[in-house]
């Protein structure tokens, strides 16, 4: 069975920074595009931000300039380093790897809770 193992969320003040971490095996991640998407109580989960195998990566507008993805190829794991943090970045983040050619698969963590509020 896959897993998506995240960690780094937590409680932070408005203007703070979190990263979030995420860990899969070696044979998923190396094939995988890799994103981190979000939801709110009473909202749709949404693409927060997404990393190509190749290190291409693409934002959702309300985050560009505040959040970077990144990935490390050799620990299989994918990044999310947030800053100025604003209380509606609330959410629950989940990591997800996708992929769309065969073998096509479309994983998902657990999802990790990441508050911002004073």
């Known amino acids: 069975q896959v897993q998506l193992v995240e960690s780094g969320g937590g409680l932070v003040q408005p203007g703070g920074s979190l990263r979030l971490s995420c860990a899969t095996s070696?044979?998923?991640?190396?094939?995988?595009?890799m994103g981190w998407y979000r939801q709110a109580p009473g909202k749709q989960r949404e693409l927060v931000a997404y990393?190509?195998?190749?290190?291409?990566?693409n934002y959702t507008d309300s985050v560009k300039g505040r959040f970077t993805i990144s990935r490390d190829n050799p620990r299989n794991t994918v990044y999310l380093q947030m800053d100025s943090l604003k209380a509606e970045d609330t959410a629950v983040y989940y990591c997800?790897?996708?992929?769309?050619?065969?073998?096509?698969?479309?994983?998902w963590g657990q999802g990790t809770q990441v508050t911002v509020s004073t």
């Open positions: 990393i190509t195998r190749g290190g291409s990566t």
């Open positions: 997800n790897a996708k992929r769309l050619l065969r073998p096509a698969f479309n994983y």
């Open positions: 070696g044979s998923i991640f190396s094939i995988a595009t």
